[in-house]
């Protein structure tokens, strides 16, 4: 069954679920625009991308699609005509024959950040404390404690494989620049914004601002909307 009028798709990054956009998406239902999460199993990047297009063929289109951390190499690797615009939140942006782990590990790490290394099944887990100190340092205990209860490990497979030409090249593209991010630091973020040549909004939050400051993530949303579908957006914020 087709959703007609969705006008966002949204994709979690890595230890993230659907409910990490929850606050976005009853954002954007105040504004009159309806929006559904893609979801992605983090087994590889290529059953990622597939599963993004899958939801992507749910919808009549035109949509803007939007990544965070992890997803915005996915979101860079669609092929669907009836993306727009794409809108990266604190997102990793690989060129073409990069990899999410080149640009991800471009630069030291943030002293807070943790230390990642696959368990005994290859999987990559988030360590629980990390949610506090490094994921989503802004966000309530409630919050935190939801994320690191509901998070999905990431598979190696993800960030290890090159993309191809990155459909950022080819359409409008925002960026969320998360200025105290401490999973991908700000310097990190500004390179691969810049290198987009996307629009660029540096504001002073975490990492998760879906969960932490979504009126922000919502108003880039908006401006991405307003530019790729004109007449058919609300003017006010939500």
């Given at each position: 069954?087709?959703?007609?009028?969705?006008?966002?798709?949204?994709?979690?990054?890595?230890?993230?679920?659907?409910?990490?956009?929850?606050?976005?998406?009853?954002?954007?239902?105040?504004?009159s625009?309806?929006?559904?999460?893609?979801?992605?199993?983090?087994?590889?990047?290529s059953?990622?991308?597939?599963?993004?297009?899958?939801?992507?063929?749910?919808?009549?289109?035109p949509?803007?699609?939007?990544?965070?951390?992890?997803?915005?190499?996915?979101?860079?690797?669609?092929?669907?005509?009836?993306?727009?615009?794409?809108?990266y939140?604190?997102?990793?942006?690989?060129?073409?024959?990069?990899?999410?782990?080149?640009?991800?590990?471009?630069?030291?790490?943030h002293?807070?950040?943790?230390?990642?290394?696959?368990?005994?099944?290859?999987?990559?887990?988030?360590?629980?404390?990390?949610?506090?100190?490094?994921?989503?340092?802004?966000?309530?205990?409630?919050?935190q404690?939801?994320s690191?209860?509901?998070?999905?490990?990431i598979?190696?497979?993800?960030?290890?494989?090159?993309?191809?030409?990155?459909?950022?090249?080819?359409?409008?593209?925002?960026?969320?620049?998360?200025?105290?991010?401490r999973?991908?630091?700000e310097?990190?973020?500004?390179?691969?914004?810049?290198?987009?040549g996307?629009?660029?909004?540096?504001?002073?939050?975490?990492?998760?601002?879906?969960?932490?400051?979504?009126?922000?993530?919502?108003?880039?949303?908006l401006?991405?909307?307003?530019?790729?579908i004109?007449?058919?957006?609300?003017?006010?914020?939500?």
């Amino acid at each position: 069954m087709s959703r007609q009028n969705t006008q966002v798709v949204l994709v979690p990054g890595a230890w993230a679920d659907g409910s990490s956009w929850a606050k976005v998406i009853a954002l954007l239902s105040n504004a009159s625009i309806e929006a559904v999460s893609a979801p992605v199993p983090l087994t590889s990047l290529s059953d990622d991308v597939s599963a993004v297009e899958r939801s992507l063929e749910r919808v009549d289109g035109p949509v803007v699609l939007v990544g965070h951390a992890y997803a915005g190499a996915v979101i860079g690797s669609v092929s669907s005509p009836k993306v727009k615009a794409l809108v990266y939140v604190a997102a990793l942006a690989p060129d073409e024959g990069e990899t999410v782990a080149d640009v991800f590990y471009r630069n030291e790490p943030h002293p807070l950040a943790p230390k990642l290394a696959p368990d005994s099944h290859g999987l990559i887990w988030l360590p629980d404390e990390a949610f506090a100190s490094a994921f989503a340092q802004n966000a309530s205990q409630e919050d935190q404690a939801l994320s690191s209860a509901t998070q999905r490990p990431i598979s190696p497979a993800c960030i290890t494989a090159p993309v191809g030409r990155p459909l950022w090249k080819d359409i409008p593209t925002w960026y969320l620049l998360a200025e105290q991010d401490r999973m991908i630091i700000e310097p990190i973020q500004r390179f691969m914004a810049e290198r987009m040549g996307a629009h660029v909004r540096a504001l002073p939050v975490d990492h998760t601002p879906s969960l932490t400051a979504p009126e922000a993530v919502v108003a880039l949303i908006l401006e991405a909307l307003r530019e790729v579908i004109p007449g058919e957006i609300p003017c006010q914020s939500p």
